[in-house]
């Protein structure tokens, strides 16, 4: 017999409501630029930025030796290695009472490993602004991320280009810091921006010389003990693996550079790539790395890569603006490449 009670209305599902959008102007801008710089250093390096930075920040007049740190060897590493100053140790020197306390904390605090800048000579990036180039050696990198021999101090480091490269991202950076306007960290982002762009070049323009590295008539030793010398017949793995931490390297300082971008509120100069993967992790660089990592190695990754053999951002001084009037036009950033590992712990 049919039942005579009325039907039962099914229940509604409430549909998954969806995730808010991270909200980046909630992270701390001082703190996210502090860290773009800082994640370079280990801890013999940290100890004496820890030593030096009241000094630098007490004074209006600082000496060089307020600024520069001593080399030292850390751990992965053939010879001693110092900490490149993003903002030129002469531009922090004059320009120091210009800046106020937090501005100058965040600039002192802009800092990359040596070994990590390595770039191709001859590259667009430093063609673009109409500064000569020497390619008579394939690749070079700031003292002494390079060298001829494994031996300590400065002597063997392969060095083309490296003042042309410095002076060109002074003269970049000494525009935002011109800027009356600016905001109170633009002058430390500006700086890591042309690092990121005048020397690390991306591991798939590196590779476009691969051959003349492993040709080379002179031996050619990266820092890193656990690859050692680059060059050579037999080296072809070692040179890949070199290019490969390279890249891991640079996609962690855009990764930090896109977060202190979108910080900022400057959004338009983040790509899309970066937006989506530090959303997910809710603005964690190490979280959004995993995810690059993770989408690297997928058959089916769900992000498009970046796969020229240059780097893909064009001259930063375009129409003389500083960082806060840069137009999307002018994105100084480029979207993300490729990487074998989701970082790398110097």
């Known amino acids: ?18 995730s808010k959008p991270f909200n980046f102007k909630s992270l701390d801008l001082k703190q996210t630029v502090n860290e773009s710089g800082l994640w370079h250093m280990d801890s013999t390096q940290l100890g004496l930025l820890d030593k030096q930075r009241p000094t630098f920040l007490s004074t209006t007049s600082p000496k060089s030796s307020d600024i520069r740190i001593t080399s030292s060897t850390g751990f992965n590493q053939q010879w001693g290695n110092s900490a490149d100053e993003n903002v030129r140790t002469q531009l922090q020197r004059d ?70 490269r410095d002076m060109r991202r002074q003269s970049i950076v000494k525009t935002t810091l011109d800027d009356e306007d600016r905001g109170p960290h633009d002058t430390a982002i500006m700086s890591r921006l042309a690092t990121i762009q005048l020397m690390q ?21 990266s820092q890193f003990t656990d690859i050692g010398q680059v060059s050579g017949k037999t080296n072809g793995p070692k040179f890949d693996s070199f290019t490969d931490r390279l890249q891991v390297i640079r996609e962690t300082d855009k990764m930090h550079a896109a977060k202190s971008l979108l910080a900022r509120g400057l959004d338009e100069l983040v790509p899309d790539t970066h937006k989506t993967l530090l959303s997910q992790s809710k603005g964690s660089v190490s979280g959004a790395m995993k995810l690059l990592h993770k989408q690297s190695t997928s058959s089916k990754p769900s992000i498009t890569f970046n796969t020229k053999p240059k780097s893909d951002t064009e001259r930063l001084d375009r129409r003389g603006r500083s960082l806060h009037r840069m137009k999307k036009i002018d994105r100084p950033l480029s979207p993300v490449r490729r990487v074998s590992s989701s970082g790398y712990k110097f």
């Open 1 to 18: 017999m049919r039942s005579l009670e009325p039907p039962r209305k099914r229940r509604k599902l409430n549909p998954k409501p969806k």
């Open 95 to 164: 320009q120091r009472k210009h800046m106020t306390r937090d501005e100058a904390e965040t600039v002192f605090n802009q800092r990359s490993q040596q070994s990590a800048l390595v770039w191709k000579t001859g590259s667009e990036t430093l063609t673009q602004y109409g500064d000569e180039s020497d390619t008579s050696e394939p690749i070079s990198a700031h003292t002494p991320g390079v060298k001829h021999e494994v031996i300590g101090g400065t002597k063997g480091a392969m060095t083309k280009e490296h003042g042309r």
């Open 201 to 221: 070049s991306p591991k798939e323009e590196l590779q476009t010389v691969k051959s003349q590295v492993l040709s080379s008539k002179k031996p050619i030793f």
